[in-house]
């Protein structure tokens, strides 16, 4: 009897990857992106002892630069040139978006189209030197012991440090940028997923040796458990409400048209990874501000040591609440009632017992407020899952994957990638992916 991996490659579609020469084009070159920002990683700053460095971060690995560390691929480890990875770009597009809602200048550039959104994108890239020139100097003075040191000049060190850094992050986004328009999938998201996936292979291994066989059937539970959450994420990221449209019968020539019943799918999780991505890059801030004034204040050495832990209460309410907050924020700009009611409307399109118009939409919006609000808990939930891993005495390399932004950023990247070359090779009137059925992931 066919096993369901079995099954799922006998229907596999491979000739139809093979037809589309600019598809596969497109694939090796956010292959070629990927390797050379993973080689980026091991690319060290001048004037670090690695050795040292690696020996004082797994000491410190169970707190927040063991968490920046999973972001940027272990790039932070052993302090490479893309050690900022492409965090400081997101906190930056965090603060330009908040920015389009609280001020009539940025408000007037979204509404300017193309343009605006050029004037935001530079925006954006300005703000992210900024926020860079502020981490660089963080991490340099608050992370790196002088024993890993081997400049004698600590400014000359710290300049030169500061502008490598920078340059790593400026790269990091315009190959993610790259990725977008000649590759495949979000670049972005591609970046911070790469880094992150990079680390499951030693992480599975590490939980491993560290269980022995004494252990051996509380790990295979471990692995089941990861299993089950992996489930669910992926549910939960591809759940969708249903709302029944009936469309009039149209009459063109000797034609008639419409008259069908469709629906319109609203997702649960209509914002994707990017609530986890913001809240996530907000999270390092306080940690960061907190380890800089930390020998002179009480208040903050208490701030960095509870941002630090990923076991802390203040830690986790603060992610779960952000987490909430930013899917309601980023629904509201990716998700426009009044233009699906208007395109409803234009194709003689109704939902039964709604009347066209205003009143579509508020339904709309009404329905989208209340799959949210429960989508947006249970996204906060699967994110503070790592913390309740570790209650059970799984390491914390390994307890990343049982949820939090690494799970998901994970499920939803490669569910887009997914989707984006499904809808390539049907756009192109290829052969989907799959020879029955097709690929389901979330709108990108």
């Known amino acids: 009897m066919a096993t369901a991996s079995d099954r799922l490659a006998n229907n596999l579609n491979f000739g139809a990857l093979g037809k589309a020469t600019e598809l596969r084009q497109r694939l090796f070159f956010t292959l070629g992106a ?12 001048p ?21 920046f ?28 978006q908040l920015l389009g809602v609280a001020l009539p200048y940025f408000q007037k550039l979204q509404k300017e189209g193309d343009s605006g959104r050029k004037k935001m ?47 790593g992050t400026i790269f990091c986004m315009w190959l993610g940028e790259k990725i977008t328009d000649k590759g495949i999938g979000n670049g972005i998201s591609m970046l911070i997923m790469i880094g992150i996936i990079s680390r499951f292979p030693g992480s599975i291994v590490a939980e491993a040796l560290s269980k022995g066989m004494n252990q051996a059937l509380f790990f295979i539970i471990e692995i089941i ?3 089950l959450v992996v489930m669910f994420t992926v549910m939960l990221v591809q759940a969708i409400r249903r709302i029944p449209i009936q469309y009039a019968k149209q009459v063109v020539g000797s034609s008639l048209y419409g008259g ?37 204040s009480d208040f903050f ?108 950023i994970m499920v939803g990247v490669i569910l887009d990638t997914l989707q984006q070359i499904e809808s390539y090779l049907l756009m192109r009137h290829y052969d989907g992916m799959m020879k029955s059925g097709k690929v389901k992931g979330r709108s990108v």
Do not use: H
């Open 121 to 167: 994108t530079q925006i954006t890239r300005y703000l992210t030197i900024i926020i860079c020139m502020f981490q660089s100097t963080a991490y340099l003075s608050g992370t790196i012991p002088s024993e890993a040191i081997l400049v004698e000049n600590r400014f000359l060190f710290t300049i030169s440090s500061m502008i490598i850094l920078t340059s």
């Open 47 to 67: 004037g670090i002892n690695p050795l040292a460095l690696q020996q004082f971060f797994e000491q410190q690995s169970s707190g927040i630069l063991g968490i």
């Open 225 to 227: 458990v990861l299993f």
């Open 260 to 296: 069908k019943r469709q629906y319109l799918p609203l997702k649960v999780n209509s914002s994707g990874v990017m609530p986890i991505i913001f809240a996530q890059a907000l999270m390092f801030l306080p940690a960061i501000i907190g380890l800089q004034f930390a020998e002179n």
């Open 301 to 408: 050495q208490y701030i960095a040591t509870s941002f630090s832990n990923m076991q802390s209460w203040l830690y986790n309410v603060t992610f779960a609440v952000l987490i909430i907050a930013f899917t309601f924020f980023y629904t509201a700009i990716t998700v426009n009632p009044n233009k699906m009611a208007d395109d409803m409307k234009r194709n003689n399109g109704f939902i039964p017992g709604i009347k066209p118009g205003p009143e579509t939409s508020d339904f709309i919006s009404n329905v989208m407020d209340r799959i949210t609000l429960p989508g947006s808990i249970l996204l906060a939930i699967v994110a503070i899952l790592p913390a309740f891993a570790m209650m059970f005495g799984v390491n914390q390399s390994f307890a990343q994957f049982y949820g939090g932004t690494s799970l998901l």
């Open 34 to 45: 990927l390797i050379i920002f993973r080689l980026g990683t091991f690319l060290p700053i």
């Open 69 to 96: 560390d999973t972001f940027s691929g272990g790039a932070l480890v052993r302090m490479g040139i893309f050690a900022l990875g492409i965090m400081p770009y997101i906190s930056a597009s965090i603060v330009v």
